[in-house]
């Protein structure tokens, strides 16, 4: 016969999150374990990059940011555009919006 009081298994909680879009486990959300960036690709006036763009080719800021990794940066760690993960790993962000503020 099974005791009164069996003990109570925890059960693991995961949440997506709406940087990486990875589901993870809730209760191991550490700082750096998500690696998307949180910011925004913005067009870095290197002078080395948009030298040659003149006026006939446009405003930089309206040319598609996928085309030119290599002439924009992160807004959330100022890393190139190409960079695939932020240079400043942070927690995910849950989807169910458990936090009131996400410090970088």
């Known amino acids: ?22 589901q993870y ?7 750096g374990s998500c ?6 690709k913005n067009v ?5 990059f948009w030298a040659d763009h003149d006026d006939a080719h446009g405003d930089p800021e309206m040319e598609d940011p996928e085309t030119y990794d290599e002439g924009a940066v992160w807004s959330c760690c100022k890393a190139p555009g190409y960079e695939r ?9 849950p989807e169910s919006g458990g936090y009131k503020s996400q410090r970088l």
């Open 85 to 93: 993960d932020c240079a400043r790993p942070q927690r995910h962000m």
């Open 44 to 48: 870095d006036y290197d002078p080395d």
């Open 1 to 22: 016969m099974p005791s009164a009081n069996p003990a109570k298994r925890k059960r693991t909680e995961y949440d997506n999150c709406t940087w990486c879009f990875a």
């Open 35 to 40: 690696k998307a960036h949180s910011g925004s």
């Open 25 to 31: 486990e809730v209760n191991k959300n550490d700082r």
